[in-house]
């Protein structure tokens, strides 16, 4: 039996996630690759999902996370702003922060679950 012990905050403007789990996923592939589409493709993700995404984080914070440029001889690409940087960090800090804080519970509550889940 594997237990995984994991939390996944999300901070929602109004009814948008502006940012969860799996934009923070998309923010560090846009990192690491420089591409929003690689960093898509990576994720199993359409580019045009996550183009809707992207929109979303930076239309919900004040400065965008993300910005692009276009094609050109050497090709378009993304990168994250300051901002996103900032934000990426700030949100994995408090990923760490909330596992830490919850520890104990969680520990407790693993030895409550069923050794079988039937799945």
Known sequence: MTITRSLQLRLLL??????GPGKAALL???QDSGSI????????MSYRRAWLLVEDMNRCFRQPLVETSTGGARGGGAR????GRAVLARYAAMEQAALEATRADMDYLATLLAEDSGG
Do not use: F, Q, Y
């Open 37 to 44: 589409s690689a960093a898509a493709r990576a994720m199993s």
């Open 28 to 30: 560090r592939g846009i």
């Open 14 to 19: 109004d009814n948008v996630i502006a940012l």
């Open 80 to 83: 994250l702003t300051d901002n």
